[in-house]
Structure formats: structure tokens, C-alpha cells
């Protein structure tokens, strides 16, 4: 067994059995001679129950999670006609959530599938697990500030009602309001002039952010590039390895077998001389009474 596949068996254990199952699987490495990959193991953290239920959502409900992290590829390649999908895909994984929270015998609370849902964004917001292995998470992820490139792990911000006043007018209100008129235009244009520069300033910084967010997004692209390189070149040569030993015991059959061969002919030649000789007393012996 290799360490890798040993975490992503610990991972997909049931919670409660997390601990004994990790000391299991350390125990197997150590039988196999990776000590360091043991050790390595058995320190690994046990997930909380939000994070648990994410990784099982990896395992066993690939179809749903890849769901997720294709509209999650559109809206941070600019396409925000992918939002309703992705609030879909989310609301999917989160009924699973549920119902696997049910099966396991865990409460499925409102607190939990928050957690569940804030880590599914931040999932989405980095493009996958990195820096962990996928469906390895040992803790809850808090999602990156990613509604600034349209996506959103909560509901959407009720718009406050605009109530307009009841209109009271008496004639000398109307001649307050007709003195103060210059001076509201001009606190108006003051004011105009003001909301265009904080305007113009939100506009940059949220620009600002928005390329953040895309460097950032390349940064953790190129990061899982290179992981999952070297996870082919692990897995590649673990694969030549498990070959090469097979090779060998095979080998080393032939030549079990090939010495076998041999001791069996030279039995049979013994044999087959033993019946010459046999044959050879007998037709003496024949002679002999015939005479």
C-alpha cells in the first residue's frame, strides 16, 4: 500500500472510526516498509464533521461536486451567466450533505451545512483541495472573499423598501422649502461631484481585487499543475516498481520450475535405465530356466 492511498482510504472512513482505522493503516505502511510514510500518517488530524461530509461528497458524489467546480471554472473565466448554475450545483451538494449526514447517523444542524457550503465556495474559489489531496480535508475552508467575481456561498441581501414620506404641504413650508432651493442645488452638485469620485474609486478597487483574484487563481492553477505532475511521476514509478518486483518473482518461478524439470528427467532417466537393467535380469533369468 502506498501512502497516498492509504490517506485517501482514512479519509473515506466512517468519522467515529477515524482513529482506529488510521492506526490500521499505519500499521500496514510500517509492515511494508515505509516508516516515514507511517509516521507521517498517524499524525494526520481526525476532520470535523463540516469537513468529513465534504470529502464523502468528493467520494460519493463525484457527479454533483464536478458540478460545482465547472461553474465555478466559468465565473472566474468572466462568465457570470454561470451564477444560477453554480448556486444550483451548490444547493444540490448541500441536500446530499444532509442526507449523508442522516445515513451516518450525524445531525444534519443548520451550523454544520453552513460550514459544509463555506467550504464547498472556498473549494470552488481555488479551483480544487490544494495543497491537500483531494477528499483529504483535515479542517473547515473559509472562502476567500470570492463574491467579488460572482460567486456567492449565502443567500442574497434582501433590498430594503424605500418608503416615501406622506407629503405634507402647508403653504409656509413650501416657502421654507422655496428659500433653502439655491442651497440645495448647490449641495447637490457637491454631493453629485463626491459620488462620482467614490464611484470612480470602488470602480478601481474593485478592479484591483477582481485581478487579485484572477493572479491568484493562476498562482493555485500552476501550484495544482505541478502537484498533480508529481503525483503522475509518484504514481509512474511506484507502478515500475510494483512491476519490476513482479517481474522478478516471476522470474524466479521459471527458474524454480526449470530446476524441478530437470530433477524430474533425470528421475526418468534413472527410471528408464532401471527398467533396461530389469529387463535385462529377467530375459537372463528366462534363458537360464530354459535351460
Same mark, same amino acid.
Given at each position: 500500500?502506498?501512502? *497516498?492511498?492509504?490517506?485517501?482510504?482514512?479519509?473515506?472512513?466512517?468519522?467515529? /472510526?477515524?482513529?482506529?482505522?488510521?492506526?490500521?493503516?499505519?500499521?500496514?505502511?510500517?509492515?511494508?516498509?515505509?516508516?516515514?510514510?507511517?509516521?507521517?500518517?498517524?499524525?494526520?488530524?481526525?476532520?470535523?464533521? /463540516?469537513?468529513?461530509?465534504?470529502?464523502?461528497?468528493?467520494?460519493?458524489?463525484?457527479?454533483?461536486?464536478?458540478?460545482?467546480?465547472?461553474?465555478?471554472?466559468?465565473?472566474?473565466?468572466?462568465?457570470?451567466?454561470?451564477?444560477?448554475?453554480?448556486?444550483?450545483?451548490?444547493?444540490?451538494?448541500?441536500?446530499?450533505?444532509?442526507?449523508?449526514?442522516?445515513?451516518?447517523?450525524?445531525?444534519?444542524?443548520?451550523?454544520?451545512?453552513?460550514?459544509?457550503?463555506?467550504?464547498?465556495?472556498?473549494?470552488?474559489?481555488?479551483?480544487?483541495?490544494?495543497?491537500?489531496?483531494?477528499?483529504?480535508? #483535515?479542517?473547515?475552508?473559509?472562502?476567500?472573499?470570492?463574491?467579488?467575481?460572482?460567486?456567492?456561498?449565502?443567500?442574497?441581501?434582501?433590498?430594503?423598501?424605500?418608503?416615501?414620506?406622506?407629503?405634507?404641504?402647508?403653504?409656509?413650508?413650501?416657502?421654507?422649502?422655496?428659500?433653502?432651493?439655491?442651497?440645495?442645488?448647490?449641495?447637490?452638485?457637491?454631493?453629485?461631484?463626491?459620488?462620482?469620485?467614490?464611484?470612480?474609486?470602488?470602480? *478601481?478597487? #474593485?478592479? *484591483?481585487?477582481?485581478?487579485?483574484?484572477?493572479?491568484? #487563481?493562476?498562482?493555485?492553477?500552476?501550484?495544482?499543475?505541478?502537484?498533480?505532475?508529481?503525483?503522475?511521476?509518484?504514481?509512474?514509478?511506484?507502478?515500475?516498481?510494483?512491476?519490476?518486483?513482479?517481474?522478478?518473482?516471476?522470474?524466479?518461478?521459471?527458474? /524454480?520450475?526449470?530446476?524441478?524439470?530437470?530433477?524430474?528427467?533425470?528421475?526418468?532417466?534413472?527410471?528408464?535405465? #532401471?527398467?533396461?537393467?530389469?529387463?535385462?535380469?529377467?530375459?537372463?533369468?528366462?534363458?537360464?530356466?530354459?535351460?
Amino acid at each position: 500500500m502506498r501512502y *497516498a492511498d492509504a490517506v485517501a482510504e482514512l479519509y473515506q472512513t466512517p468519522h467515529p /472510526s477515524f482513529v482506529p482505522e488510521r492506526k490500521r493503516l499505519a500499521g500496514e505502511l510500517k509492515a511494508a516498509g515505509d516508516r516515514e510514510g507511517a509516521a507521517k500518517l498517524a499524525k494526520l488530524p481526525r476532520p470535523p464533521i /463540516s469537513a468529513w461530509v465534504v470529502n464523502q461528497l468528493y467520494w460519493h458524489a463525484r457527479d454533483a461536486f464536478e458540478a460545482l467546480m465547472k461553474t465555478a471554472d466559468k465565473l472566474r473565466g468572466g462568465d457570470l451567466g454561470a451564477t444560477g448554475k453554480h448556486r444550483e450545483a451548490m444547493a444540490a451538494l448541500r441536500e446530499r450533505a444532509a442526507a449523508m449526514l442522516g445515513d451516518a447517523g450525524h445531525a444534519a444542524t443548520e451550523s454544520t451545512l453552513r460550514r459544509v457550503t463555506q467550504t464547498l465556495s472556498a473549494l470552488a474559489a481555488n479551483g480544487g483541495f490544494e495543497p491537500d489531496l483531494p477528499g483529504t480535508l #483535515a479542517e473547515d475552508r473559509d472562502p476567500p472573499g470570492f463574491e467579488a467575481i460572482g460567486i456567492s456561498s449565502g443567500k442574497p441581501k434582501p433590498v430594503p423598501e424605500k418608503h416615501e414620506p406622506p407629503a405634507k404641504h402647508t403653504r409656509k413650508s413650501s416657502e421654507t422649502h422655496g428659500a433653502h432651493d439655491g442651497h440645495a442645488k448647490k449641495s447637490s452638485e457637491t454631493y453629485g461631484a463626491h459620488d462620482e469620485l467614490k464611484a470612480a474609486r470602488e470602480a *478601481a478597487a #474593485a478592479k *484591483a481585487k477582481q485581478r487579485e483574484h484572477e493572479q491568484a #487563481a493562476k498562482r493555485a492553477q500552476e501550484l495544482a499543475e505541478k502537484k498533480r505532475e508529481e503525483q503522475v511521476r509518484v504514481q509512474k514509478a511506484a507502478e515500475r516498481h510494483r512491476i519490476e518486483a513482479a517481474l522478478r518473482t516471476a522470474e524466479g518461478e521459471v527458474a /524454480s520450475r526449470e530446476r524441478q524439470v530437470a530433477a524430474l528427467k533425470k528421475q526418468l532417466r534413472d527410471a528408464e535405465h #532401471a527398467v533396461d537393467t530389469a529387463k535385462k535380469i529377467a530375459k537372463d533369468l528366462a534363458r537360464t530356466l530354459d535351460d
